[in-house]
């Protein structure tokens, strides 16, 4: 799990468990042609203003969310700022304002990107008769270039329709319509192939997803609930009216072949080899210098001998004062 990822699940739980605050949170689960996106909202209010946090994760494991706050500023009036981070990491900040009276909210807002260029947007949606509304609006990006598009929106029963057209600066334009069917309590199905489920537990079955059963789509529409330990009671048929058709029920698909994944093998483990510990060599010190230090020469005392008379001998007595001979020490003597 991401660092994006973790800030994100962090302020839900933060906004959800906010107890000085009316808090709302849930979680659903898109199922469409191009593949599955799971997502989660939490939001709270209190003093004038409402905070929100989101996020999307797609089929490929990219997230993208959305935070922010609306604050009511006068009745009818209010005003949101936020950011909106995209599953490359980039950010754009966001703001506007929105007036509502007689009918009709009217919009006006702007939206920065990491690079500074800005983009601006108006548009108002009107309810033109119960069940009924139109929009008008534009978008003004950094380069001066607009798309301005206009929609009408018909909601009856459990199916809403809608339609519209979208006309670029160079006066092309695209035509666009779909409509989005309730099919049972959280689940919604839309005419691109797109099932939305709301919150719970979901299991796949056919082309409609629902909380823990399937539905069989025709003339009724009925939900089955999933089988479980416990008795359950089914609950009675939801009849919705589409257009005329047979009654038809379509049993669950059997789940679909699970898909190969190739998991990468894991990394080689960066082994560190240490050095070998560096040999201890002793090196004795040098032997001490052996000096021998002579006794200092003792002092040549001359001290006269007495008058003694030496017969004569057969050679003259020599006296021969200490010295050294060949590292050996000898003592004044006579010779």
């Known amino acids: 799990m991401n660092k994006l ?13 906010a ?23 939490a939001g709270s209010c209190g003093g004038g203003s409402c905070t929100h946090a989101g996020g999307v ?17 006068a009745p009818g009036q209010f005003a949101n700022s936020g950011t909106a981070v995209g599953p490359n990491g980039r950010s754009v900040q966001h703001s506007g304002d929105t007036s509502c009276a007689g009918g009709t909210c009217s919009h006006t807002g702007s939206m920065t990107g990491e690079d500074g260029r800005s983009a601006s947007t108006s548009g108002s949606v009107t309810r033109t008769a119960p069940g009924q509304y139109s929009s008008t609006g534009t978008v003004t990006a950094a380069n001066g270039n607009s798309v301005s598009h206009n929609a009408s929106t018909s909601c009856a029963g459990n199916t809403c329709s809608r339609s519209g057209t979208a006309t670029g600066s160079n006066g092309g334009s695209v035509a666009h319509s779909g409509s989005a069917t309730r099919v049972a309590p959280g689940v919604v199905t839309t005419s691109g192939g797109s099932t939305v489920v709301h919150g719970g537990t979901v299991s796949t079955g056919g ?5 823990g059963g399937t539905v069989a789509v025709g003339a009724t529409v009925a939900v089955i609930p999933a089988p479980a330990p416990v008795p359950v009671v089914v609950p009675a048929p939801v009849v919705v009216t589409p257009p005329p058709a047979p009654t038809v029920y379509v049993a669950p698909a059997p789940a679909p072949a699970p898909k190969t994944v190739y998991v990468a093998p894991p990394p080689p483990k960066t082994v560190y080899v240490a050095p070998p510990a560096p040999k201890v060599v002793y090196v004795a010190p040098p032997p001490p210098k052996v000096v021998y230090v002579a006794r200092p020469l003792p002092r040549a005392v001359y001290i006269a001998p007495r008058p003694v008379y030496v017969a004569p001998a057969p050679r003259a007595a020599i006296w021969v004062p200490a010295h050294w001979a060949g590292g050996v020490w000898v003592p004044a003597h006579w010779a």
């Open 5 to 17: 990822t973790l800030a994100v699940a962090a302020t839900l739980i933060g906004l959800a468990s």
């Open 19 to 41: 107890p000085a605050f009316a808090g709302w949170s849930g979680h659903g689960t898109a199922y469409t042609p191009h593949g599955t996106y799971s997502g989660a909202h």
């Open 57 to 73: 994760v797609g089929p490929w494991g990219g997230l993208a969310t959305n935070t922010g706050t609306v604050t009511r500023t």
């Open 207 to 211: 082309t409609t997803v629902v909380h």
